[in-house]
């Protein structure tokens, strides 16, 4: 490990005394270090073998969020998706929760998604976890979100093993009948695209930052959905986004539907845990 650390520090030009390492915890993914040198203090995260472009992904999400002025993301200094070499050196960001955090999270976000493209979806591919998630421009939400979230990942979990018989039925059955629900003309918002709880921390001054993002553009309820599904948002956050950028009326409908997505996402990580709550949205919805 130490020589991927070297390597980093090396492209950055930080020569100076390394003075620690050490482990921390930095999600289920990656390895984490917190890197002490005589000149500064960073965060790295490491991925033995990652997928294709992982960490440049990663950076350039980061870049993208930074270059809105909306909410603060860690600076990247460096990055490699070199095979056993691979990593992503950023700035340490650490403070304690203010009273204020959670209220400027919401504004921030609210903020970022006022960031609007002409397409829906991205030009590259990312990843949702170490899945690959394939992207494209698409001129409507609907279309992208069927084909290229939710078909998608139903197409992994029928290769997996994990939709098959009545669930299957009943997805596809949902994907056909889609538009009766999902709204085809909104506002593309840039959104984080991973934004759980453990996707947003805490710098100095109690300032919230948002890490590890799977940029795409589209409904801005598909992120607030997201937040709701594991928790790790406070209802000031809700408040305080709300007053920023009121959500529609018909968000509590859409909202398992969205989160339907992450569901299968997670069906496909982790297994058959998450497979009671994608059958109960699919029972909602479509019936048997």
Not at 82 to 101: D, F, I
Not at 133 to 158: A, T
Not at 172 to 200: R, T, Y
């Amino acid at each position: 490990m130490k020589r991927v650390i070297f390597s980093a520090l090396h492209t950055i030009n930080d020569h100076t005394e390394l003075r620690e390492i050490k482990q921390v915890s930095g999600g289920s993914i990656n390895n984490s270090y917190y890197i002490e040198t005589a000149k500064s203090n960073y965060f790295l995260k490491h991925h033995p073998f990652p997928p294709n472009n992982f960490f440049k992904q990663e950076a350039n999400g980061l870049e993208l969020i930074r270059k809105t002025d909306s909410i603060c993301v860690p600076d990247v200094y460096a990055y490699s998706d070199r095979k056993a070499e691979s990593y992503l050196l950023m700035e340490w960001a650490e403070g304690s929760k203010s009273k204020n955090t959670e209220v400027i999270l919401g504004e921030k976000l609210a903020a970022m998604h006022q960031v609007q493209s002409t397409y829906h979806g991205f030009p590259e591919d990312t990843y949702i976890g170490l899945l690959h998630q394939p992207n494209g421009e698409f001129s409507n939400w609907l279309s992208y979100y069927r084909d290229q979230r939710l078909f998608k990942q139903m197409v992994l979990g029928v290769s997996k093993n994990k939709i098959q018989g009545n669930r299957r039925r009943q997805l596809e059955k949902l994907l056909n009948h889609l538009d009766k629900w999902i709204p085809s003309n909104v506002p593309a918002s840039m959104l984080h695209g991973d934004l759980w709880g453990g996707n947003w921390m805490i710098g100095a001054g109690g300032i919230p930052y948002l890490i590890d993002p799977s940029i795409l553009y589209g409904d801005r309820h598909f992120e607030i959905a997201f937040t709701e599904l594991f928790g790790g948002f406070s209802q000031r956050f809700y408040d305080s986004y709300n007053a920023a950028f009121p959500l529609h009326n018909n968000y509590a409908e859409l909202k398992p539907l969205y989160q339907l997505f992450y569901l299968l996402v997670h069906l496909n990580l982790f297994g058959e845990v998450y497979g009671q709550q994608v059958d109960r949205i699919l029972e909602y919805y479509v019936g048997d």
